[in-house]
């Protein structure tokens, strides 16, 4: 099976810019997590999406959004770009196992530069 | 709400030599526990698992880890270290209902010395 993909890899935009990410979910999964990885913050939640559905939400301001797609493609969004939007914005996908472990697997990533 | 400590931001180990990681992990019921492998310029690579069958866990690359409920502690080993080993290992948490999000640690960089 394919892994987790995301679209760009890299991007630069400048402050006010808005941006779209892209991720393609490992087959037959239909959970699709957002996650921001900054050297000062670490890994932190974004949201996570199931079924079409934000199923979560993390502590981020409402510039950044997301939704998923009946393919389970998903996308997320930042508006108005800020400096410290600059991050490593990773997509992780699983399985929907309810009571079970819930194994994420991770794509590469899409690196973001705000100037 | 559930957090997960790393004692150590980075750590240098010689070739050949035993790696042990540290995660300490807070959660007000039992969790299911992870340590992820990031390599530069890459996502995160699964490295095991625990979800309460057993608590020494092993997982891919000769790693393993050992649940201790007493000292809420998740720590990781290898018995030997390898240049390959060289890369940021994290540990997360996340509830037992498996319907929540992963918390993760601020990460452990691992550096291998010949």
Redesign the interface.
């Known amino acids: 099976k394919a892994g987790?993909t995301q679209t760009p890899r890299y991007l630069i935009k400048t402050r006010g810019q808005q941006v779209t990410l892209s991720c393609s979910p490992i087959s037959g999964h239909r959970s699709v997590?957002w996650?921001q990885q900054t050297p000062g913050q670490?890994?932190?939640?974004l949201f996570?999406y199931f079924s079409e559905t934000q199923?979560?939400k993390?502590n981020f301001p409402g510039r950044f959004s997301g939704r998923q797609f009946s393919n389970s493609r998903s996308e997320m969004n930042v508006s108005t770009l800020e400096l410290g939007d600059s991050a490593l914005y990773?997509c992780?996908s699983s399985l929907?196992?309810?009571?079970?472990?819930?194994?994420?697997?991770?794509?590469?990533?899409t690196r973001l530069t705000v100037l | 709400a559930q957090s997960v400590t790393q004692l150590g931001s980075h750590v240098s180990v010689s070739e050949g030599a035993l790696v042990l990681l540290r995660c300490n992990y807070s959660s007000s019921v039992p969790p299911y526990l992870f340590w992820y492998v990031q390599y530069p310029n890459q996502g995160l690579q699964l490295l095991l698992k625990y979800t309460s069958a057993a608590t020494l866990v092993k997982g891919i690359n000769g790693f393993e880890a050992e649940f201790k409920k007493s000292e809420t502690s998740f720590h990781l080993t290898k018995p030997s270290a390898h240049m390959s080993d060289a890369a940021e290992y994290f540990c997360a948490v996340s509830l037992y209902s498996g319907n929540t999000p992963l918390v993760f640690g601020k990460g452990t960089r691992l550096s291998v010395i010949a």
Do not use: I, M, T
């Not at chain 1, 670490?42 to 939640?45: D, H, I």
């Not at chain 1, 929907?96 to 990533?109: L, S």
């Open positions: 987790v997590s996650y670490g890994l932190q939640f996570e199923r979560n993390g990773l992780a929907d196992p309810g009571q079970g472990a819930n194994e994420q697997f991770f794509g590469p990533g």
